[in-house]
């Protein structure tokens, strides 16, 4: 059993949690400026996201796996290579799904007169597992995945606010949607040629990789606009919060510099290690920033 828990975390890249989670808790953690801080809302948040992502990330595996065993960049993934059955990880799937709707009861059981986590969970299930399906007829499939990553931000102040002063999780889930587009957007660069090929939709596939990088870039461009829009929305960020912004541009900007269109080598790092920073580096600059003002 212990093998079998241990392949599955790798199936749905359990690590890869640190794009969203961060988010969710900062977006969480201005809305605490306004209300009073629960442990419930907090241990909701977390549980929604686990198994929100895994339930996500668990069915993209299932309905891909016929094309992942047609790419070589793929075919060692755990379905196409047979180390897990389907029928595990479908119920895995059905299990994750479970307990995310299980786990807006929390905030349900805390304030009955905010029922929004409950009422939209199995929408915003149905959304991010939707995305799975996109590339086959849509190259805004990288947009589809921003959009499914914007939910958490939005969905983490809602839980803890209900749906009053929207404008700052809106602009933060919007700064993530082009955050997540542009990365996904440059990490599909690696399968152009195979998604062209093989009928699938994506940016690169279309455009080709030297456009898909300049279209990645101004994705990234947004996105650090919408978070300057955040700064001038939200009245608890001051200079901590901008000194922090000053930071992400370096390293989107470092982020690009690391792939070319004749060298995409280095794609791993720009997708993994640069936006893990950014991610963890803008929640630690907005706590800092709340507890110094």
Known sequence: MPTVVHKLLELIRFSHTIFALPFAILAAALAWKDEPFRWQDLLGI?????????????????????????????????????????????????????????????????????????????????????????????SLAHFWLGGALMLAPVAAWVAVKGLTEMTVPLLLGSAVAFW?????????????????????HSVPARFGVPKSLRIAALCHAVMFGLLVGLYFASPHLDWVFLAGLIAVGVL??????????????????????????????????????????
């Open 46 to 138: 977390l549980l929604c996201m686990v198994f929100a992502r895994s339930a996500a990330m668990a069915f993209n595996r299932i309905v891909d796996r016929r094309i992942d065993a047609a790419n070589p960049r793929t075919a060692g993934r755990h379905l196409p290579a047979g180390t897990l059955r389907v029928g595990t990880v479908w119920a895995f799937t059905l299990v994750c799904c479970l307990g995310f709707v299980a786990s807006t009861l929390l905030f349900y059981a805390r304030e009955p007169e905010n029922p929004w986590p409950l009422y939209c969970s199995t929408p915003v299930l149905l959304f991010v597992l939707g995305y799975s399906l996109a590339k086959r007829f849509t």
């Open 180 to 200: 997540v587009a542009g990365f996904d957007i440059l990490y599909a660069c690696q399968d152009a040629k195979f998604d062209a090929d093989a009928g699938l």
């Open 252 to 293: 989107l900007v470092y982020e690009h510099s690391l792939v070319r269109a004749d060298d995409l080598t280095r794609v791993n790092r720009a997708f993994f290690h640069v936006n893990g920073v950014i991610s963890l580096g803008l929640l630690a600059v907005v706590l800092v920033q709340l507890a110094v003002k």
